[in-house]
């Protein structure tokens, strides 16, 4: 048994806009030595495999070196370590990134990933106040790029923002529970909502502590804030993201009020449903391998055609908003593995 890829490269996605001035370094994957356990953060561009004696394809193409793609990145729960090559499982929730990993039919999938693919992340909680009124707290989990000069970029809604962050808060794996993400689906009309408070302009300066940067959010990523902290000349503007919080100083003349009515939408409904269509089918449950390694089990029925391989499709989900562009590789069930046949809706069986 082989596991087969056909792969589409997956488009730049919503990840902090870095400063072209910033000096940053490259970020380091995992030491050989470092122990892993707990959740790890996997580059969106790694290597990834099901099958230990095929070389791991990339799932997508960052259009920048991983240094000025702060955040791209997606969380994965450590299953086993074996010296370079780490055993994940996709995380179900985001955690504290902008996308999650999803595969088709497989329950609980299991990757193989290289500790150089692993990107560094706060391991320890980190707080901080100055005395200009600014201030930030980063959360375990929140993905990190280190800066040349010292300290690191963290994401915080939106925006790339340089953090004296010691490396002792810093490394590649962390625990920490997160809940499930829920899609809530709403059917019919959706109701209108204005959204009002004030924004950021874009390629202004802002200041956290002794560190100033450039806002650099674009289109609808822009922080938004209900109020702000005017002080003359200077005005205190709050950030806040899933894993980090901080407020940081700019211009008065650089915060504008901003009013937001989005279009009336109809309800979103996903799922999938039955297609009706007889023939033989694996059964919900069964083990499927690539080559000699269990994968996972198939979260239902699935129809096969002379064979026991079923496609899975692999893609990032970008605040639950799915690429268009996957990867696509090929499972299977041991051979001798029995098969339900279903007869189809509709279908008639004509008498010799």
């Not at 064979?307 to 692999?314: D, G, R």
């Amino acid at each position: 048994m082989r596991a087969a890829w056909t792969v589409a490269w997956v488009v730049a996605s919503w990840v902090p806009a870095v400063a072209a001035a910033e000096d940053l370094r490259d970020p380091p994957g995992a030491d050989a030595k470092a122990p892993l356990a707990g959740t790890v953060l996997v580059w969106r561009d790694a290597a990834v495999s099901f099958d230990p004696e095929q070389p791991g394809v990339k799932l997508a193409t960052l259009d920048r070196p991983r240094k000025d793609k702060l955040g791209a990145v997606v969380a994965m729960r450590v299953v086993s370590v074996r010296g370079d090559v780490i055993e994940v499982e996709p995380s179900t929730s985001e955690e504290c990134t902008e996308a999650k990993l999803l595969i088709t039919t497989l329950q609980q999938p299991r990757l193989l990933v290289s500790r150089a693919d692993l990107a560094p992340v706060v391991t320890k909680r980190f707080a901080t106040k100055f005395g200009d009124g600014t201030e930030v707290t980063l959360e375990v989990g929140l993905p990190v790029v280190p800066r040349a000069t010292g300290g690191y970029l963290v994401p915080i809604d939106g925006e790339a923002v340089p953090v004296d962050l010691p490396a002792s808060h810093v490394g590649h794996a962390y625990r920490r529970t997160f809940p499930k993400t829920v899609l809530e689906v709403v059917h019919g009309k959706q109701p209108v909502v204005t959204i009002e408070g004030f924004r950021m302009d874009e390629k202004v300066t802002a200041k956290l502590g002794a560190h100033s940067f450039a806002t650099t959010s674009r289109g609808l990523t822009f922080p938004i804030a209900s109020k702000v902290d005017r002080k003359g000349d200077t005005a205190l503007f709050p950030l806040r993201s899933r894993c980090a919080r901080a407020t940081v100083a700019l211009a008065s003349n650089n915060i504008n009020a901003f009013t937001l009515k989005p279009p009336s939408l109809p309800g979103l409904v996903m799922g999938r449903g039955g297609s009706g269509r007889g023939g033989d089918y694996l059964r919900r449950g069964t083990p499927m391998f690539a080559g000699k390694r269990k994968v996972g089990t198939l979260a239902e029925e699935e129809p096969v055609k002379q064979t026991t391989c079923v496609a899975l499709f692999i893609y990032f989900e970008l605040q639950y908003i799915p690429n268009p562009s996957t990867a696509k590789v090929e499972v299977c069930a041991p051979a001798s593995t029995k098969l339900v046949h279903r007869e189809g809706l509709g279908e008639l069986k004509l008498k010799p």
